[in-house]
């Protein structure tokens, strides 16, 4: 699934190891996240959402 | 990659090379005059040592990776510790059989003892994906263990076969778990197969 995590992550000048540190994952989950190799499960998609203060559909996009 | 996981990889593998040459060594002595069973087979314990090199490396390996969490650190711990209660329960029970004039209910109580490392392994790891909660780190584990329980499985029946059909020798059923251990090695290949 795609997302626009790593655009947001820039915007606040984030390293990946600064937002796994925020949302309590490691390092390498982030970095799986973000280059769509993973897809979180909902719980954890919700902390991404509330941790940038947007909805999950503003940072997750739906597959074409 | 960085300079820090290149070189935290070369040293993990390195630390797994000396422990696979050590264990493949003392095995190799084990067939000379050099080393008798059963307390000869004791210096199988030397090699065992390396294991503790070979985990801190992979730790440093994986928190150069960013892999590494509170939980991953325990079931190395764990793993460690009844590796090495597998290898002493398992050197234990050869040099009590070796004359092989104990009883049987004896003897079956010495089967116990290098299983309890066994139980040891599969604890740590039912506790591992119990505990980890990094839910992309338990679903690459997961995945691992699914393969190496399947490699098992078709293993163990296809080699179930050979042997009604008098093409391979008989096996003892001890293998399973190192074939699994090894499976969940080939899972980890697979994981990264996958992700590439």
């Known amino acids: ?64 | 990659m960085t300079r820090a996981t290149s070189s935290t990889k070369r040293a993990t593998f390195l630390w797994s090379a000396a422990f696979m040459v050590g264990m493949s060594g003392t095995g190799a002595l084990l067939f000379t005059d050099f080393v008798q069973p059963p307390w000869g087979m004791a210096v199988m314990l030397v090699p065992m040592l390396l294991l503790i090199p070979l985990v801190r490396a992979s730790e440093r390996m994986q928190r150069a990776a960013g892999s590494a969490s509170p939980a991953a650190a325990r079931y190395n711990r764990r793993m460690l510790a009844a590796s090495f209660a597998y290898v002493i329960g398992f050197l234990v029970a050869v040099a009590l059989f070796v004359d092989q004039t104990v009883s049987k209910p004896v003897a079956a109580m010495l089967s116990l003892l290098p299983t309890f490392g066994t139980f040891g392994m599969i604890w740590a790891m039912a506790r591992y994906v119990t505990e980890e909660s990094d839910e992309y780190l338990r679903v690459r584990t997961v995945n691992a263990a699914l393969v190496a329980t399947g490699l098992l499985l078709a293993t163990g029946t296809f080699w179930g076969f050979l042997t009604t059909f008098g093409v391979a020798p008989h096996v003892p059923m001890w293998v399973l778990v190192p074939i699994w251990a090894m499976g969940l090695g080939i899972g980890q290949l697979v994981n990264k197969v996958r992700e590439a």
């Open chain 1, 1 to 64: 699934m795609k997302n626009r995590l790593k655009v947001l992550r820039a915007e606040r000048d984030w390293s990946q190891g600064d937002l796994a540190e925020r949302l309590e994952v490691s390092r390498q989950s982030v970095n799986a996240i973000e280059t769509g190799k993973y897809d979180p499960s909902l719980p954890l998609a919700f902390r991404i959402a509330d941790l940038f203060g947007l909805s999950i559909e503003d940072i997750f996009l739906r597959d074409a």
